[in-house]
């Protein structure tokens, strides 16, 4: 910043007309080119009386560009001057950025219509030209978020966390947050080359994974059906993984409040099945009381019984 500063690692003038008057490879044959494009230009002037005929131009091949250079190319003063400049670019990008860390090296963006929910639509892309091919839809509008590419990894798989909030009130702001949030797993192990680009690889709806293969099967590496977890479940997970210490006092550690136990109800008297989301594009979601039905089985008075249970483990609790 200060001009009258002498600047660090400064090139003296010998290198400097050193590098001024060295050429690349690729600078090299490039006029080695053109020179022999010219001798073919010079043509003789046809004899009288013969039709001038028309020389066939040769197609050039280009020679291909270097992508990379050995290390070795690097330890003249000119190799050392961008080694440094790029660990400038670097450090100022991390100093910029708080997740240039798990931005990754791939220049992954995850693409998604706004007028849709439950995971449809949305698409890892990595080039600007497919990204806006996909988004010239008139029909609604796209969002496009730089995709986290290095995530933190639950035995190799991706996940997400639920987490349930009541506003009751914007002035002044009154937000209930509920204390049991549970988290979803996507149906693969995450790969990040991010080559696969499966929606069980990367997704974690809930409504996409019902449709994968083995979704209703036990996932060994999770121990777990349904590819959910509580949030008990994820404390004693980071607590195994990221506590060093020899001895633990872990209070806050407890099993997972399964809702039936929880509430003191019986599975047996509240079980329902739920109506089949359709999928029409721009369908908008169902209430509660129009997206359950209960069991055939199950009576009039039974369900109030069980209204009545529940209300009365509720207030109790």
Known sequence: DDPAKPLEGRLSNEELEGMIRKKTLREQMEEKRRAKEMEDRKTIPPAAGKPKEKK?????????MLMSQPVSSFDDARG???????????QEMVASSRQHEINGRRNAWI????????????????????????TESDGFQWICQKYIEQ????????FDIRQWVLVTDWNPLTVYIWRHPYLRFAGQKYDDTLCDRSEFRHLTNNSIMHDMHGFKEKNDDLDTYGYMW????YEDFLHSQYCKCESHNTPFLEP????????GVRWEDVMFVAREEEDEDGEEDRNSS??????PSASM?????????????????
Not at 121 to 127: A, C, F, T
Not at 151 to 158: F, N, T, V
Request: with cysteine; charged share 30%; hydrophobic share 25%.
């Open 111 to 134: 693409v998604k219509p706004s007028g849709k929910s439950r995971g449809r639509g949305i698409q890892v892309m990595r080039d600007l030209d497919e990204i806006f091919k996909t």
């Open 301 to 317: 008075d039974q369900t109030e019984d069980i209204h009545n249970k529940s209300s009365s483990s509720s207030s109790s609790s």
């Open 256 to 263: 997972p409040p399964y809702t039936c136990d929880y509430f």
């Open 230 to 233: 509580f949030r008990q479940q």
């Open 80 to 90: 050392q001057h961008l080694i440094k400049s790029v660990r400038t670019t670097l």
């Open 290 to 295: 129009e997206g359950l039905a209960m069991e």
């Open 56 to 64: 066939k131009s040769k197609k050039v091949v280009e020679e291909p």
């Open 151 to 158: 995530p933190q990894l639950i035995h190799g798989y991706k």
